[in-house]
T-cell receptor, first 111, second 110 residues
């Protein structure tokens, strides 16, 4: 099965900086989901996107569903230490099938 | 308290043994899923079930088996045929619009 192309693989930033990460695919998805995972835990859903062009916010997080339905990005504004973790994008083609995941973006924040 | 529970949190297995990982959900979701995560990798789909008594293979089903006798439960058996079973296993439940994950089981083969 395919995996999504997620970049960057890791980010080292200063507290207070904005963060941007993205995912691209060769296939069209009907739904894009963004998750955050902390060590030894399951992924936690951050944002869900259901419509091409949709822009959705959740606090300091903003995500967009690309117009072509083959990409999505996630922005985090004014990063804080608790934002540290691995962020995954995931695409859902249709129905209740399994998700296709990117390999994750590892966010590291230096105080 | 609604959610997905997985047990055990840590599991150690000797080579050649079968082990079963538990997953229970009380979110009333019809669909349940098992994923495998290796270090530095995204999650890969092992099996999924969209309804009781029915399930489909995912991308990496070889060496694994599942059952879905109840809506709330979707246990995963890692058989001795799985050549590299050491990994973090994640169960999820969901709909056509989203999926929620349990806390995971870390399986180590000794």
């Amino acid at each position: 099965g395919q995996q999504l192309n997620q970049s960057p693989q890791s980010m080292f930033i200063q507290e207070g900086e904005d963060v941007s990460m993205n995912c691209t695919s060769s296939s069209i998805f009907n739904t894009w989901l963004w998750y955050k995972q902390e060590p030894g835990e399951g992924p936690v859903l951050l944002i869900a996107l259901y419509k091409a062009g949709e822009l959705t916010s959740n606090g300091r997080l903003t995500a967009q569903f690309g117009i072509t339905r083959k990409d999505s990005f996630l922005n985090i504004s004014a990063s804080i230490p608790s934002d540290v973790g691995i962020y995954f994008c995931a695409g859902l083609g249709g129905g209740a099938d399994g998700l296709t995941f990117g390999k994750g973006t590892h966010l590291i924040i230096q105080p | 308290d609604g959610g997905i529970t997985q047990s055990p949190k840590y599991l150690f297995r000797k080579e050649g043994q079968n082990v079963t990982l538990s997953c229970e959900q009380n979110l009333n979701h019809d669909a349940m899923y098992w994923y495998r995560q290796d270090p530095g990798q995204g999650l890969r789909l092992i099996y999924y079930s969209q309804i009781v008594n029915d399930f489909q293979k995912g991308d990496i089903a070889e060496g694994y088996s599942v059952s879905r006798e109840k809506k709330e439960s979707f246990p995963l058996t890692v058989t001795s045929a799985q050549k590299n079973p050491t990994a973090f296993y994640l169960c999820a439940s969901g709909t056509s619009r989203t999926q929620y994950f349990g806390p995971g089981t870390r399986l180590t083969v000794l």
